[in-house]
């Protein structure tokens, strides 16, 4: 019970790896505002959460809109106290060529997935600061530290690894951690769409992956859940890939070397 007494934020709550984290950390005491722009989501979720006995409170939360973000920071303290622990785990992916990529998409896949972070992480921080204790997890993605298509969402996802580092920096001092995690594909609701179109699109994937499979959000939810414990109380600003060894190399590239003439071997 790791979190026993601790209120968390999880953005995104309703669905695919929000939903694990929020059932995660109930699962270990902590109480849990399950917050999603589709308010039917985070119900649903919250009332799973309290079925199976644990502390929830559902908010239909649009993290691009200030107002919503501050509502929910007050319903969570009202409600429970003030915020321990808050993943940003809410983004959007708009699926769409470079070139067709209008305005609108772009403005909305990076506000969700950037600018949403931002607001949330403003508006815990100074109820973090005035406790001298608090947590921030951001969740990122391989695609900020690499080409996987999605521009505006890997745009947005790399700017998650500065807000970290900027955030881990300046609140440091006031005993604020600020961690992301860059997770690689994961079996979530998000790729629904694309797997109805292409049924066989994770085994191909998984060829990609040294360990041969893609995620689980179970996967990813161990590594949140140490990064928010005081198991990992030193550290802060980091980013932690957790993608089944995808990030750490090409073995197609480097066996298209090998065969390669021999002074091309380094
Ligand atoms: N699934 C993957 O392959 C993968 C890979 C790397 C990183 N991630 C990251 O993991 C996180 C969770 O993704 P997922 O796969 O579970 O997605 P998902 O689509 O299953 O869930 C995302 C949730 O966010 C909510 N949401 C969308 N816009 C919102 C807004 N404006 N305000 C509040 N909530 C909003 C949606 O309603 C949905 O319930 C995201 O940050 C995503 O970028 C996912």
Redesign the pocket.
Same mark, same amino acid.
């Given at each position: 019970m790791r979190f026993q007494g601790c209120v968390a934020i999880i #953005? =995104?709550g *309703?669905? *695919? %790896? =929000?939903r694990v984290l929020a059932h995660r950390f109930a699962a270990e005491g902590a109480a849990i505002v399950v917050? &999603?722009?589709?308010g039917q989501?985070a119900r649903a979720v919250a009332d799973e959460i309290s079925e199976a006995g644990g502390k929830s409170l559902a908010q239909t939360? &649009? $993290?691009?809109r200030a107002a919503d973000v501050e509502a929910m920071v007050m319903a969570a303290r009202d409600e429970f106290g003030p915020v321990d622990i808050l993943v940003n785990?809410?983004?959007?992916?708009t699926d769409a060529d470079f070139l067709d990529v209008g305005e609108e998409t772009w403005d909305g896949d990076v506000a969700? #997935?950037l600018k949403?972070s931002f607001l949330c992480s403003q508006a815990v921080l100074a109820d973090m600061t005035k406790n001298g204790s608090g947590v921030i997890l951001n969740?990122s993605? $391989?695609?900020a530290l690499g080409y996987y298509g999605n521009e505006a969402y890997s745009a947005a996802?790399a700017g998650i690894l500065n807000l970290t580092r900027s955030l881990a920096v300046r609140y440091g001092p006031f005993g604020v951690r600020v961690n992301a995690i860059a997770? *690689? #594909? %994961?079996k #979530?609701?998000?790729?629904e769409q694309r797997q109805q179109k292409d049924p066989g699109v994770f085994e191909r994937v998984a060829k990609w992956y040294p360990l041969g499979r893609v995620g689980e959000?179970e996967d990813v939810a161990g590594a949140v859940l140490f990064l928010a414990s005081d198991e990992a109380a030193w550290i802060s600003g980091a980013v932690l890939p957790v993608d089944g060894g995808l990030t750490a190399g090409n073995m197609q590239m480097m066996q298209e070397i090998i065969k390669g003439p021999k002074d091309h071997i380094q």
């Open positions: #953005t =995104g *309703g669905s *695919g %790896l =929000g917050a &999603d722009v589709v989501r939360t &649009d $993290v691009t785990n809410a983004a959007q992916a969700v #997935t949403g969740i993605s $391989v695609n996802k997770p *690689g #594909t %994961l #979530t609701p998000a790729w959000p």
